[in-house]
């Protein structure tokens, strides 16, 4: 039981580059979602996912796209880098919808920077 | 949307004494608080939660209240470890299972 696999766990890109950012989880969690993290700021939700074929934005969600064939997985596409997009990124996944809520499991994260 | 505020954005306390940190909530639909410990370079990890039917729980040295009426729920770890030194999230959950977090709290423990 691996819990929440993300890669890589470091990128360095050029601006305008684009990449995927993989997540994969083991737990057959329903609820899946990316934050990103940055100094001073907490974790931002940036796009979630409640089953597969189903994704939503969440605030922070410009630059992003993300979709989800299976249960299992949910990447994170880059289209064009910017550098605004430097940031620590994680992906979290939790077996409930809601309710009753429940935890959320996290990644090891993936360190981006744009340059 | 939820707006979630955490205090203080950094304590240090020497070890043995206890720390509290503090956090606001704004959306009265938020029913599940958890707070996660994040250690450098590693992804947050859940150490205690609470649910709105609930007014404090406790894990040991761990304790969380919550304050429904005021809309606030405090982290309270009593004989504070070096390994307790982490940054620490709370969160606020309602419908749809979605989290939102406070800006966090880089806990220092001294020996």
């Given at each position: 039981n691996a819990g929440v696999t993300q890669t890589p766990k470091f990128q360095v890109l050029k601006t305008g580059q684009s990449m995927t950012l993989q997540c994969a989880q083991?737990?057959?969690?329903e609820y899946m979602s990316w934050y990103r993290q940055d100094p001073g700021m907490g974790l931002r939700l940036i796009h979630y996912s409640v089953g597969a074929g189903i994704t939503d934005q969440g605030e922070v969600p410009n630059g992003y796209n993300v979709s989800r064939s299976t249960t299992e997985d949910f990447p994170l596409r880059l289209l064009s880098a910017a550098p605004s997009q430097t940031s620590v990124y994680f992906c979290a996944s939790s077996?409930?919808?809601?309710?009753p809520n429940t935890e959320a499991f996290f990644g090891q994260g993936t360190r981006l920077t744009v340059v | 949307g939820e707006n979630v505020e955490q205090h203080p954005s950094t304590l240090s306390v020497q070890e043995g004494d206890s720390a509290v940190i503090k956090c606001t909530y704004s959306?009265?639909?938020?029913n599940y608080f958890p707070w996660y410990k994040q250690e450098l370079g590693k992804g947050p990890q859940l150490i205690i939660d609470i649910r709105s039917n609930v007014g404090e729980k406790k894990d040991q040295r761990i304790a969380v209240t919550l304050n429904k009426t005021a809309k606030h729920f405090s982290l309270h770890i009593t004989?504070?470890?070096?390994?307790?030194s982490a940054v620490y999230f709370c969160a606020a959950s309602g419908v749809g299972n979605q989290f939102y977090f406070g800006t966090g709290t880089s806990l220092t423990v001294i020996p």
């Open positions: 083991d737990m057959n969690h077996y409930h919808t809601g309710p | 959306d009265s639909a938020s004989e504070t470890q070096p390994e307790d």
